[in-house]
Nanobody, 116 residues
Framework: QVQLVESGGGLVQPGGSLRLSCVAS????????MGWFRQAPGKERELVAA????????NYRDSVKGRFTISRDNAKNTMYLQMNSLKPEDTAVYYC?????????WGQGTQVTVSS
């Protein structure tokens, strides 16, 4: 069983940056490929970025390529999402989960709002 807690969201102006963190409980974090997901109002949740359990391979949805960077520190049971050059369309609640996602692991998420 894994519990995931997201943090680091907030209100930022277009062009700004935020760094999200996802802390996992339990000893099995390093076994899982992980992902960052987001859900904007009125839209379905979507995968933003994913990372292999070793951290050696990452992939991104096209709309965030070159702006977002996913990383993980298995020694700290933590995954990160560095978000640069933020746009209003990045506004959403951001969640972490395994990839593919386990419905039992969704947390509260962290709100990211990009607005001037």
């Amino acid at each position: 069983q894994v519990q995931l807690v997201e943090s680091g969201g907030g209100l930022v102006q277009p062009g700004g940056s935020l760094r999200l963190s996802c802390v996992a409980s339990g000893r099995t974090f390093s076994r899982y490929a992980m992902g960052w997901f987001r859900q904007a109002p009125g839209k379905e949740r979507e995968l933003v970025a994913a990372i292999l359990n070793s951290g050696s391979i990452t992939n991104y949805r096209d709309s965030v390529k070159g702006r977002f960077t996913i990383s993980r520190d298995n020694a700290k049971n933590t995954m990160y999402l560095q978000m640069n050059s933020l746009k209003p369309e990045d506004t959403a609640v951001y969640y972490c989960n395994t990839q593919p996602p386990d419905p039992n692991y969704w947390g509260q998420g962290t709100q990211v709002t990009v607005s001037s």
